[in-house]
């Protein structure tokens, strides 16, 4: 597969972003509990009609809480892997060596982010909202299948957080500034790791024949389930907050309506909106066509 950008080009976009997470969260720079953080292309809140307007803000701000959660999750087993890559290259190229380490250190910045907006989300939030993990456990799981696998996956959430920022969030004004700053500048880097990730992509799959590259795509599919396991508890823990914080129960068609919904509504957020984005796709088409035919049909039962 030939790509349109090159190790240097990844370093020196990078190079040229000198954000901190000091200069996005602190002090004056807190989150606005009156609006909500997630557009509702994730959220899906407005098909919830049993729940009020504040409600509805109230979930939304939760389910925030949880992307921090998860992509701080998902930042813990994609850091070790690319630093596992990194590490053989060191005597090589140095373009390539530099630029999947500033990738790995980008990403230690990302856990740090995500982190420390968690911090803020509890401190203004006031009822406990948890997350599924733990972060160890499921990087251990993750990082257990063939590089290929990881590699994968890593590069569906990679496009999947430019997918985020450029679809559904870019234009949302109604979205907290600062909750929507995190998201900016998380989509500002990750834009580089996409491009890595594929040239990483590519370069384990030219070691591998053409068996080991399909087990590396099932690999793939079964790290998919797994998260869609965890996805449906997350469910749960979101229903949990929302009942604590709302000071009710919902009845139980209006729990069910809930699973249902958020259950779907997550699914587009964390698999969907990766499985089906066309970049991801072209590299599934350099490993194996029929493949990414299977995958881009089962995609569209994440919407």
Same mark, same amino acid.
């Given at each position: 597969m030939t790509f349109q950008?090159? +190790?240097? &080009?990844? %370093?020196q976009r990078a190079e040229r972003i000198t954000w901190r997470v000091e200069d996005l969260i602190g002090g004056e720079k807190t989150l606005d509990f009156s609006r909500p953080f997630m557009p /509702? !292309? +994730?959220a899906r809140t407005s098909e919830l009609e049993f729940l009020g307007a504040d409600e509805r803000i109230t979930l939304n701000q939760i389910r925030g809480n949880a992307y921090l959660g998860i992509f701080g999750l998902v930042e813990e087993f994609i850091l070790p892997f690319v630093l596992d890559h $990194?590490?053989?290259l060191l005597a090589g190229d140095e373009y390539r060596a530099r630029a999947y380490l500033e990738f790995a250190s980008e990403e230690a910045k990302h856990i740090h982010l995500f982190r420390r907006f968690r911090e803020e989300f509890a401190a203004g939030f006031g009822v406990p909202c948890e997350v599924i993990g733990p972060p160890a456990t499921i990087a251990q799981h993750v990082l257990s299948h063939p590089p290929l696998s990881v590699a994968l996956l890593t590069l569906h959430i990679e496009w999947m957080t430019q997918r985020h920022f450029q679809d559904s969030i870019r234009d949302d004004d109604g979205l907290d500034p600062q909750f929507k700053s995190l998201l900016r500048h998380h989509w500002m *880097? /990750?834009?580089q790791h996409a491009q890595l990730d594929a040239m990483m992509v590519s370069s384990i799959a030219q070691d591998l024949n053409q068996s080991e590259i399909d087990a590396g795509i099932d690999g793939y599919l079964a790290l998919g389930v797994f998260l869609d396991e965890g996805l449906k508890q997350q469910v !749960? +823990? &979101? %229903? *949990? $907050? %929302? *009942?604590?914080?709302i000071g009710r129960t919902l009845g139980e068609d209006e729990r069910g309506a809930f699973t249902r919904v958020q259950h779907q509504a997550n699914r587009w957020t964390y698999i969907g909106s990766g499985m089906s984005h066309p970049r991801f796709l072209e590299s599934l088409e350099a490993l194996n066509p029929a493949k990414r035919a299977i995958i881009e049909d089962l995609s569209r039962g994440f919407s």
């Open positions: 950008y090159s +190790f240097r &080009d990844c %370093l /509702e !292309a +994730f $990194a590490r053989p *880097e /990750e834009h !749960a +823990f &979101d %229903l *949990e $907050a %929302l *009942e604590r914080t």
